[in-house]
């Protein structure tokens, strides 16, 4: 309960420090940025070790035998490697576990994205021509890809197409506006709902 | 070789086994996938710990030079996190077990923090839109507008707004009110502007991105793009 | 008239600040409710978990921090209270590490409402790094990255999770999403193995999804704090989604007559020149 109200009391002076950059930039705000920065910091490296080398190392190294076991040597080896990145001289060797990585990624990405994506996308942009809304999205789809192609000049029905692509792309980033001043909204009222529910207990 | 061809070859390898492997699952391809996908996930958490170095001997490098309580502040964080976080695990059997002192320190210290940093977003996107939001042009003015009109109709109020123009263009045209009254024009309007127009514009950006994206994985794989291993 | 508005038209950034956090702040004190609208996206969403039958799976993907706590909290919790109520099975795991605490938490206070067990009707696997990487790698074994939940006790020992090999044994994935975490299941999880999808995502990132919905590659979209009131109106508990959503209305009509006054101002002056 006494943890309670002190973590209550804590976490409203550090809320309060942060809101006081609206004054103008201080002490106290870059004293709370200060320590969210260092507490994220030590977070990642118990997170690394409680949810990645203890587990998926350490323990499976114990609990392993034979070929399962010892092979687990070689992304150890590829994870320390990674850190030879801290010193200029042997900097170069982290390229190795990075090569991994990297094409580790690039080849789940391009299957992902032609399968995940493309496919079913074009695929739901083929729609019959029997509405008006099914008439505009398909409209909108290829009139924005055409804004995007910058091989060939706009003329003729190319800058038709293109300038009913900017049309379409503004009502786009409208509406992202729209839900993003939502979004941005809600985090305040979460932080002003801490403030008069959990501290001052008004609601 | 080792430094410049080496890890061309492992990116080659790694990317095509992962592409040959979405045609044939099967072995050895699926097993060695498998086992590729687990490495890269033990190898990725190491990664994490790159970003650590960096700041801690940026801010100890400041420390040293003249004493800045900033960087004091940040270093004794740091290290006050690490002691909790090993000492909840080796007292609680994991760091995150509620009533555990890192959780403490997570719940008023994290949250806050991160909350409250980007609760200033409000104001500042209230205040952009005072200051900078102008219908210049045709094209801001449709984006003006259909913020609007998705602003008003994701929200309650909206509902209030709609039933008083139903109310004034009741009284205009002479139509019963009550046949109107429920339509709610801005949440009608704004789910027909988020599920066509905003719809086939992303749908349209994402085609080109996910191209693009996919040239580049296909210029990293083939080792044509190496920017990765410049340093 | 003119002079006012011109006036109008430079207000103190300050002045913007505590008009912004007034209307935030009132309409809570005052404890206004607003009836919530349900849109399509949501009943979708809400519909596929109602249709599932007691024992069903439900694998909830905790893609946020706690900088989107105030939108995708309440969404988990009223999402949690939904399975529970419905005697669904709950697996809970984190791509986004600072995220996974919240989990945690709004699973203990959930499964406290409805006296339900951890390991036999949810467990917490935890977080691993490399998201891609394991979205595929589970599609296969699940335990090849989850071996045991985020305390370390092996996941075979839990009753239910003894049948859950991969996508397969799971009826839905929710991801909650904060980022572009979301377009990584649908095209890894969803394409590839063709796991049923619904989307929990911030105001930012809901937009986004929309594509998805339209091609059925999701079943159900549950966008920002609106969405979360929306999917609280459905399961008949309010939360604080519903709670803040008064306040919400009123600063977007806030936001609206800063950005007229603006123009106001802008094209006065751009006349006086």
């Known amino acids: 309960m006494i943890l309670n109200i002190i973590g209550t009391w804590l976490a409203a002076t550090l809320t309060l420090a942060i809101f006081s950059f609206l004054y103008k930039d201080n002490p106290f705000y870059k004293l709370a940025e200060h320590i969210y920065v260092g507490v994220s910091a030590g977070f990642w490296v118990i997170y690394v070790w409680s949810f990645d080398i203890k587990p998926m190392l350490i323990d499976r190294f114990i609990s392993e035998t034979g070929i399962e076991k010892w092979i687990l040597i070689i992304p150890a080896i590829l994870g320390v490697l990674m850190l030879t990145r801290w010193f200029p001289r042997t900097a170069w060797i982290s390229r190795i576990p990075l090569a991994f990585t990297i094409g580790i990624g690039a080849g789940l990405g391009v299957t992902a994205s032609i399968q995940g994506f493309l496919i079913p996308q074009i695929g739901a942009t083929l729609l019959p021509l029997t509405n008006i809304n099914n008439i505009l999205l398909v409209i909108g789809v290829i009139s924005t890809i055409i804004y995007f192609y910058f091989s060939k000049e706009f003329k003729g029905s190319l800058k038709l197409f293109s300038r009913l692509g900017i049309i379409f792309i503004m009502i786009a980033f409208g509406a992202s506006f729209g839900y993003t001043v939502m979004a941005r909204i809600s985090l305040l009222i979460g932080r002003i709902y801490f403030l008069l529910h959990n501290l001052l207990g008004i609601i | ?231 | 008239m003119r002079e006012f508005l011109t006036k109008l038209a430079t207000i103190d950034r300050r002045i913007i600040y505590l008009l912004t956090f007034l209307v935030v702040c009132l309409p809570m004190i005052f404890k206004m409710i607003m009836p919530i609208r349900v849109s399509e996206e949501v009943k979708m969403a809400f519909k596929e978990i109602d249709n599932l039958k007691p024992g069903s799976i439900v694998m909830i993907s905790i893609d946020y921090d706690a900088a989107s706590e105030p939108e995708l909290q309440p969404m988990l919790i009223a999402i949690l209270r939904h399975c529970f109520s419905k005697d669904i099975k709950v697996i809970l795991l984190g791509q986004w590490a600072l995220g996974l605490p919240l989990g945690e938490m709004a699973l203990n206070q959930v499964a406290k409402e409805y006296n339900k067990k951890y390991g036999e009707d949810y467990v917490n696997l935890g977080y691993r790094p490399g998201y891609t990487a394991l979205m595929v790698g589970i599609g296969k074994e699940l335990r090849d990255f989850f071996p045991t939940d985020y305390k370390g006790i092996p996941i075979d020992s839990f009753p239910f999770m003894r049948k859950v090999r991969n996508y397969q044994q799971i009826d839905i994935l929710v991801g909650l999403e904060a980022g572009a975490t979301g377009d990584a299941w649908v095209q890894f999880a969803g394409a590839r193995f063709n796991q049923k999808i619904i989307l929990g995502t911030t105001g930012v990132v809901a937009p986004d999804m929309f594509p998805y919905l339209q091609a059925k590659q999701i079943v159900g979209l549950i966008g920002g704090l609106q969405g979360a009131a929306e999917y609280e109106t459905l399961i008949k508990k309010a939360g604080s989604a519903i709670l803040g959503m008064p306040a919400q209305s009123f600063v977007h009509l806030l936001i609206i007559i800063f950005i007229i006054i603006g123009n106001i101002g802008y094209f006065i002056l751009r006349r006086k020149r």
């Open chain 2, 1 to 231: 070789m080792i430094r410049h061809q080496l890890p061309l070859i492992i990116t080659f390898f790694t990317g095509m086994l992962l592409i040959i492997t979405f045609f044939i699952p099967h072995k050895p391809f699926g097993d060695l996938e498998q086992r590729f996908l687990i490495w890269y996930s033990i190898i990725s958490g190491f990664t994490v710990l790159l970003g650590l170095d960096s700041l801690v001997r940026y801010h100890l490098s400041k420390l040293k030079k003249e004493f800045n309580i900033h960087s004091f502040i940040l270093i004794l964080s740091l290290f006050l996190t690490l002691i909790l976080g090993f000492y909840s695990w080796f007292k609680f059997k994991t760091p995150f077990a509620l009533n555990s002192p890192f959780m403490f320190l997570y719940t008023y210290v994290i949250i806050p923090l991160q909350a409250t940093m980007f609760a200033l977003l409000a104001f500042f996107i209230a205040s952009a839109a005072y200051r900078a939001f102008r219908a210049r042009t045709f094209e801001a003015t449709l984006l003006l507008i259909a913020a609007t009109v998705v602003m008003l109709g994701r929200v309650p109020i909206g509902g209030y707004i709609s039933k008083g123009i139903a109310y004034f263009i009741s009284f205009l045209f002479k139509i019963p009110y009550e046949k109107i009254s429920e339509i709610q024009i801005f949440a009608i309007v704004s789910d027909w502007i988020m599920n066509i127009p905003q719809n086939a514009a992303k749908r349209g950006i994402f085609i080109g991105t996910a191209l693009g994206g996919i040239a580049m994985s296909i210029r990293i794989i083939l080792g044509i793009e190496r920017t990765y291993i410049t340093k």
